[in-house]
């Protein structure tokens, strides 16, 4: 019985890999060809950056004084503490900044596509579109994904420079330190393979959030208790594959840009 659900899962995981890999595919290709959808981009990209920006704001501001208060701490044992604007920089844009926005983003957009394609599909708009002559791949889930690694990308950008300023504010004002020193520390030290590494990684969460929100969100059944399983399935597979990545993207960053 055991090794019966074991086998079943197995082909379940392999199949579902199958079909999500299928489904990026033809979401990617759509562009390439005609029609393509702009003003839905448009709109979409519109609810996923401007919609997304203050809380991205926030956070990344927060998360940079959050570094600056621990790596201070830390440093001061170590007579170190001017190198703190290194450190804060060198987290953000390495690593906090991308994983940070895309998680984020991931529980904000992921679930609303796969909430909103998922309603759409258990109240048959989806078969509407189809027998009105419209693709539903081209028309709903192409200007998603490629609406949100555009967006996802500046947003990163938004997040590594206000944690930065975030750093700064509580270096000056809570542990009395030279700005001055903090902003040259923070610039001074950053590599090529490190900008580089924070700006591949948005592009990679982004297709993540859309592509697997969209995907759930296109296979729901079950009415609206289906829903609601599949906003979650969306939101969990993002956050967990985002890590995941992130994590084969460092190792290969670091492999070739190491100091």
Known sequence: MALDRIDRTAKQFVLTVQDYTLFSLRAVLNLFSAPVYWSDFILQADIIG????MIVLFAGFFTGGVLAVQSAATLAAFGATAVTGRFVSLSMIRELGAVLTGIMVSGRNASSMAS????MVVTEQIDA?????????RKLVTPRVY???????FLTIVADFCGILGGAAVTVFMNHQN??????QAYQFLAFGD??????KPLCFGFIIASIGCFYGMRTTGGTQGVGQSTIKAVVFASVLIIFVDLLISTLMVSIFSR
């Open 179 to 184: 700005g001055g020193q903090y902003f040259s």
């Open 195 to 200: 900008v580089l590494q924070g700006l591949v």
């Open 129 to 137: 579109m189809r027998a009105l002559g419209v693709d539903p791949m």
């Open 50 to 53: 401007v919609g997304s920006t």
């Open 147 to 153: 609406a949100t690694i555009v967006m996802l990308f």
């Open 116 to 119: 909103e394609l998922g309603s």
